[in-house]
C-alpha cells in the first residue's frame, strides 16, 4: 500500500503522527511524549472493532424474493397450481416425488423449491402482494409466455450472481475477517492472547532487570510490553514522568517486581492516556501511516556496539542503555532488529500489523464485488418487474390485435444469430450467452441460436389480428359467420365484434363482415400497446 501514498501526503502524516507535545517540568518529564504518541496511534488502531470499521456485506436467497415472485406471477398456471403451498421439509418431500424422473433431479428440486417459496410468500401477502398473479389468458398468450421466458432468464442471471457469492466469495471473506479480528490483538497483547493480566509470556518478559528485559527477544512481542518499557516507572527514578505522567502501581519497587496486578494496572494507567489522542480510522492507509511514523521515530547510536548496547531503540537511551540505574532515560532497544542470521529479531507487533493491512485491502476489493452482484441482481430485478408491468397494462384483445409479430421480432431473431455467431468454436461462451452450441469438441463447431428459446417468437402465426395463417375465420371475430352470432359475442354489455365494413388499415375494406370492435382502440393505442409489447423482448437484443 506504500507505493499508493504520494510523498507529501506521507511526508504530512509521519509530521503529524510524529510530533507530540512535551510536558515540561523536571528534567526528563515528557522526554518520550512523541514516541508514545507514536505507539498510542498504533494501539487505538489495534483496538478497533473490525465489524464495526469494516461491516460485513451479505448476500441472500432473500435479495431474488422480488424476481422469483415476478416468475411465479407470470409462469405457465398449469406448472404453478401443480406447485404445493408446502415449505420446510413437506414442501421438500414433493419435491422429490415431482423430480424423480427428471433427468436434472437436482436442477429440479432446486427449482421446484424456490418456485413453491415465491408461490407461499405471494398468496401469505394476499391483497398487499407486490406482484399478483396475471390473469391466466395473458400467461398463456404468446407474450405471456415470452414474458415468463424472459423473466426466467432474467431470475437464472441473478441466481448465479448468487452462487457466485455463496460458493466463493463468501468463504472467501469469511475466513480474511477471522483473520482480521485476530492479527491487531495479537498485535496489542501478543500472539494468541486477548487481555493483559500483568503475566509474563506472549505479552512481555521482564528480564533480570530494566536493560535487559527492554531489549533483543523480549521486546517487539506486543505493543503492551514495548509501552511498558517506555512508559512505566519504577523505583529508580520513581517520581519521573517520561511519557508525561507516572504508572504509581510500579512506582515503589523495582523493575522485576511490576508483574501481575502492579503491571496491568500500568498498562491501564498507559492505556486511558493514549485514549486522550485523536483515534485514526481502520483502514490500510492509517496502518501503514501510523508504522511508516514508528520506524520514522527510531533513532540509531553510531557509538554503541551493537552487539551489546542499544544501537538501535525508540526513546532516550543513556550510555547506550535503556535502562542505567540512577537515570531518567529510558528507551525499547530494537538494535535486535536490524541484526544479522540468528540473533536477528523480528518486531512481532509490526508484522501483525502490517499484515492487517493488507487483509483490509483483500476484503475491500472482495466486498466490492459483494456490492457489484448485489446491484446486478437489482437491475436484473428492476428490468423483470418491468417486463411483468408491461404485460398487466394489457389485456387478451391487445394481443390479439398484435398476433402478427412485431417488426422488431425479425430484428430480433437477427440480431440473435449475429450475436450467437461471435461464439463459434467457443462452447462455454456459447451456451453461458443463451445459445446454442453444435459441435464435435467445445474448440470445433458452431454457435447457433437456440430455437427452444426463442420458440415463442417463431410460432404466432402470420394473421391478421381476426385469426392465425391456416386458421382463417376459425378464431376472433371472423369465426362468426352470420349478423346474429356476431353480435351476440359479447362481455358483460361490452361488444366485441360488429358486422360492419372494413375501415382503414383492415382488410376486404368493402365487405361486410364481423369484424373487431377494439380496432379503432387498437389503431389509437398501437404506440403505446407496442411500446409494452416491445419491452417483453428487449432482453434478448
Same mark, same amino acid.
Given at each position: 500500500?506504500?507505493? !499508493? ?11 503529524? *503522527? ?9 528534567? /526528563? ?15 487505538? %488502531? ?36 401443480? *406447485? ?47 406482484? $399478483? ?15 415468463? +421466458? ?31 479480528? =485476530? ?11 486477548? =487481555?493483559? +493480566? ?21 521486546? /517487539?512481542?506486543? %505493543? ?12 529508580? !527514578? ?8 507516572? #504508572? ?46 514508528? =520506524? ?56 501483525? *500489523? ?9 476484503? #475491500? +476489493?472482495? !466486498? ?20 411483468? *408491468? =408491461? %404485460? ?53 463447431? $458452431? ?15 402470420? @394473421? ?16 362468426? /359467420? ?9 362481455? @358483460? ?14 382488410? &376486404?375494406?368493402?365487405? &361486410? ?29
Amino acid at each position: 500500500m506504500m507505493n !499508493q501514498l504520494t510523498l507529501p501526503v506521507l511526508a504530512a502524516a509521519l509530521v503529524f *503522527l510524529g510530533t507530540s507535545s512535551r510536558v515540561y517540568g523536571t528534567a /526528563g518529564d515528557g522526554a518520550n511524549g512523541a514516541d508514545f504518541h507514536v505507539l498510542c496511534n498504533l494501539v487505538n %488502531l489495534a483496538k478497533t472493532p473490525v465489524d464495526t470499521a469494516i461491516p460485513q456485506l451479505n448476500l441472500d436467497d432473500k435479495a431474488l424474493d422480488d424476481i422469483r415472485e415476478i416468475w411465479v406471477a407470470l409462469a405457465d398456471p398449469k406448472y404453478t397450481t401443480s *406447485l404445493p403451498s408446502k415449505l420446510g421439509a413437506e414442501g421438500a418431500a414433493t419435491a422429490e416425488t415431482a423430480c424423480q424422473t427428471s433427468p436434472k433431479a437436482a436442477e429440479c428440486k432446486s427449482n421446484w423449491t424456490k418456485w413453491q417459496a415465491a408461490k407461499k410468500r405471494t398468496e401469505t401477502a394476499g391483497g398487499q402482494a407486490k406482484h $399478483k398473479p396475471l390473469n391466466e389468458e395473458l400467461r398463456n398468450s404468446v407474450w405471456g409466455k415470452q414474458a415468463a +421466458e424472459a423473466v426466467a432468464h432474467l431470475e437464472a442471471k441473478a441466481t448465479k450472481d448468487l452462487n457466485d457469492y455463496t460458493n466463493s466469495l463468501k468463504s472467501q471473506i469469511t475466513t480474511m475477517r477471522t483473520t482480521l479480528k =485476530s492479527q491487531p490483538t495479537d498485535a496489542l497483547y501478543g500472539n494468541g492472547q486477548t =487481555s493483559f +493480566e500483568g503475566a509474563e509470556g506472549a505479552t512481555r518478559t521482564v528480564g533480570s532487570n530494566r536493560a535487559a528485559g527492554c531489549k533483543g527477544a523480549n521486546v /517487539g512481542k506486543s %505493543l503492551v510490553g514495548d509501552l511498558l518499557c517506555l512508559c512505566a516507572v519504577d523505583s529508580n !527514578q520513581g517520581n519521573a514522568k517520561h511519557c508525561g505522567f507516572v #504508572t504509581t502501581s510500579c512506582s515503589s519497587g523495582l523493575w522485576t517486581a511490576c508483574t501481575g496486578a502492579s503491571a496491568k494496572s500500568a498498562w491501564l494507567k498507559i492505556d486511558g492516556k493514549c485514549g486522550h489522542f485523536t483515534k485514526l480510522e481502520f483502514g490500510p492507509q492509517a496502518l501503514t501511516l501510523a508504522l511508516a511514523a514508528f =520506524s520514522g521515530r527510531l533513532r540509531s547510536d553510531i557509538t554503541a556496539d551493537a552487539d551489546t548496547e542499544a544501537a538501535v531503540y525508540l526513546g532516550n537511551s543513556h550510555t547506550q542503555s535503556c535502562g542505567t540505574t540512577g537515570q531518567v532515560a529510558r528507551c525499547v532497544d530494537y538494535t535486535a532488529t536490524f541484526k544479522e542470521g540468528a540473533s536477528r529479531q523480528k518486531i512481532s507487533w509490526y508484522d501483525k *500489523l502490517a499484515s492487517a493491512a493488507t487483509t483490509i485491502a483483500t476484503i #475491500t +476489493e472482495k !466486498q466490492a464485488e459483494v456490492q457489484t452482484k448485489q446491484y446486478a441482481i437489482k437491475q436484473l430485478t428492476q428490468e423483470a418487474d418491468r417486463i411483468y *408491468l =408491461s %404485460l398487466s397494462t394489457l389485456n387478451i384483445k391487445d394481443i390479439e390485435a398484435h398476433r402478427q409479430p412485431a417488426p422488431a421480432v425479425a430484428a430480433l431473431l437477427s440480431s440473435k444469430k449475429a450475436k450467437c455467431s461471435q461464439y463459434h468454436n467457443k462452447s462455454k461462451e456459447c451456451t453461458d450467452n443463451g445459445c446454442k452450441w453444435e459441435g464435435t469438441t467445445e474448440k470445433d463447431g $458452431k454457435c447457433i441460436v437456440d430455437e427452444s428459446k426463442v420458440a415463442t417468437q417463431t410460432t404466432t402465426g402470420t @394473421g391478421t389480428g381476426e385469426g392465425a395463417a391456416g386458421a382463417t375465420a376459425s378464431t376472433g371475430c371472423t369465426r362468426h /359467420g352470420t349478423k346474429a352470432e356476431c353480435d351476440a359475442d359479447k362481455t @358483460g354489455d361490452k361488444q366485441n365484434c360488429a358486422w360492419r365494413k372494413g375501415k382503414e388499415g383492415e382488410d &376486404e375494406k368493402d365487405t &361486410e363482415k364481423c369484424r373487431n370492435c377494439s380496432f379503432l382502440l387498437n389503431k389509437k393505442s398501437s404506440i403505446s400497446t407496442d411500446a409494452a409489447l416491445m419491452s417483453l423482448v428487449s432482453f434478448y437484443i
